[in-house]
Nanobody, 126 residues
Framework: QVQLVESGGGLVQAGGSLRLSCAASGGTFSIIPMGWFRQRPRKEREFVAAINWNGGRTIYADSVKGRFTISRDNAKNTVYLQMDSLKPEDTAVYSC???????????????????WGQGTQVTVSS
């Protein structure tokens, strides 16, 4: 099973940028889709973005499309989430996750992922 550790969260003003990183160890990181989820205060965990094994396919939630970019570097066993034009409503705990299946899906829910990081807090001030 893949172990995941996120980093890069913090406090940023609206309109600013942050890049989250998720370092993986163990398992077979390079062949499995990876995803980012977030949990805003008093909300359920929601899908943000996912990427297939080689970075050739990506999908995004409508709320972040055009502002966030997911990428991966399999040589470094790391997946990234570049977040630009941040808004106060992006404030959340962001978690990366490794998919249970190697087949890339057109949509994802939390139950499609078997390994999770501990999460990193992102706070966007207005």
């Amino acid at each position: 099973q893949v172990q995941l550790v996120e980093s890069g969260g913090g406090l940023v003003q609206a309109g600013g940028s942050l890049r989250l990183s998720c370092a993986a160890s163990g398992g077979t990181f390079s062949i499995i889709p990876m995803g980012w989820f977030r949990q805003r205060p008093r909300k359920e965990r929601e899908f943000v973005a996912a990427i297939n094994w080689n970075g050739g396919r990506t999908i995004y939630a409508d709320s972040v499309k055009g502002r966030f970019t997911i990428s991966r570097d399999n040589a470094k066993n790391t997946v990234y989430l570049q977040m630009d034009s941040l808004k106060p409503e992006d404030t959340a705990v962001y978690s990366c996750a490794a998919a249970r299946s190697t087949v890339f899906r057109s949509n994802y829910s939390p139950s499609d992922f078997g390994s999770w990081g501990q999460g990193t807090q992102v706070t966007v001030s207005s």
